[in-house]
């Protein structure tokens, strides 16, 4: 039985492991943020290409780190267990997690000294503002500030009011102007 688990878990872990290559490496979106900082097509290249080369060298690690992971698997299933094969995975784990998360937080220096001082005070206000945005939130809570949810009365296509238990944008109890059965 032990063995039949282990065969379909490396089976599905290396169906997996095999289609990771062909998955796209996904542009992330610059439009308000490349208005906001006013950059120029050769800043998004360059943050774009130590975006790319970052993606490309995590995945390849990332894939390393499952093959640990399915090794780890089978000498779980052996027994006696083998402390000693177990922990030298493990900490090959626990290296590649580090090594990952460091150049992750060195990626975010190096896009930033793409940017000319102007942009780089832009984004500090962009970043002390997302400080507030926990302070924000707990404001709203309060009723403070006007949430999502506030009035809680919307206007749908015309008809008899209808209590919805959802409501609009996922908020308990609102009640929808609209025909029976409308979805906002």
């Known amino acids: ?20 290559g062909t998955l796209p490496i996904l542009r992330p979106f610059y439009g308000e943020i490349r208005t906001y900082l006013a950059l120029t097509d050769e800043q998004v290249a360059k943050m ?12 390849q690690r990332q894939r390393r780190m499952s093959e640990v992971q399915l090794e780890i698997a089978v000498e779980t299933a052996k027994s006696p267990l083998d402390p000693a094969a177990l ?7 626990e290296a590649i997690r580090r090594e ?17 001082e ?12 997302l400080k507030l945005a926990s302070t924000g939130d707990q404001a709203k809570s309060l009723k403070l500030l006007p949430d999502d949810c506030s009035g809680g009365l919307t ?6 009011v ?3 238990p959802l409501g609009p944008r996922g908020c308990a109890g609102a009640f929808v102007l609209g025909p029976v059965g409308f979805q906002p």
């Open 1 to 20: 039985m032990v063995m039949r688990y282990l065969f379909l878990c490396l089976f599905v872990g290396g169906s997996l492991w095999g289609q990771m």
């Open 48 to 59: 774009q290409r130590q975006n790319d080369d970052y993606s490309r060298w995590a995945s």
């Open 87 to 93: 922990g030298v995975r493990y900490a090959e784990v």
């Open 100 to 116: 990952i998360a460091e150049r992750g937080a060195a990626l975010v220096p190096a896009n930033v000294a793409v940017l000319t």
């Open 118 to 129: 102007a942009q780089k005070v832009k984004l500090k206000a962009l970043e002390e503002a």
């Open 155 to 160: 206007v749908g296509v015309g008809g008899p």
């Open 162 to 164: 209808i209590y919805d």
